[in-house]
């Protein structure tokens, strides 16, 4: 049984739980993320994300502690992450919630919000990152795809909220607060400038 199927059924006697992909969302170089419904008893959508690589030796013990982090900060804004997996090749998944939404510069872009609504909406999201520095954890990787307005288009919420800083080696630098509003800044202006 993977870790995926395993944190979905907590019931250890009751049989796993099953995900299926439905269709993929997103495709980089350095990784995939899919639309997954998880089987019966409590059917429902998630979002997979694989990395196309290995996975650092600590890495599960650090996703316990972000996922731990992120439950007591309970922030909304944030998408938390419920379950991880590492397959036989050492690349490394993270199961999410689904949220309907779209990346706020596309929805600038496609004629959907107006340059000033979505940076009203992504507004927020600078708060939520300045409490969460205050408790000593970055996001790691603020990118378009990363800042995603509702389909009502009055908030944003943020994916893969230190989900970047997993798969680096502990002796290597993290992102900080710092790197986080450069990115979150230059995100707002290209609203402005699209």
């Given at each position: 049984m993977c870790l995926l199927e395993e944190a979905l059924s907590p019931d250890q006697s009751a049989p796993p739980r099953r995900?299926?992909?439905?269709?993929?969302?997103?495709?980089?170089?350095s990784s995939s993320v899919f639309l997954v419904r998880q089987d019966a008893p409590s059917a429902g959508l998630l979002r997979l994300k694989t990395w196309h690589r290995a996975a650092p030796s600590d890495y599960l013990d650090r996703f316990y502690q972000l996922q731990q982090a992120l439950a007591q900060a309970a922030e909304t804004a944030l998408v938390a992450p419920l379950a991880v997996s590492v397959d036989a090749s050492g690349w490394?998944?993270?199961?999410?919630?689904?949220?309907?939404?779209?990346?706020?510069?596309?929805?600038?872009?496609s004629g959907?919000?107006?340059?000033r609504t979505a940076a009203d909406a992504a507004g927020p999201v600078r708060d939520v990152l300045r409490r969460m520095h205050a408790r000593g954890l970055a996001?790691?990787?603020?990118?378009?795809?990363?800042v995603i307005v509702r389909p009502d288009r009055t908030a944003a919420f943020l994916l893969d909220f230190g989900l970047s800083a997993l798969l680096r080696p502990q002796s290597s630098p993290a992102a900080g607060a710092s790197d986080d509003d450069e990115a979150l800044d230059a995100l707002l202006e290209k609203l402005s400038s699209a």
């Open positions: 995900l299926t992909v439905h269709l993929p969302l997103g495709l980089t170089r490394p998944s993270v199961l999410t919630e689904f949220r309907r939404g779209v990346p706020v510069l596309e929805a600038v872009q959907a919000l107006t340059a996001h790691g990787s603020i990118v378009q795809g990363n």
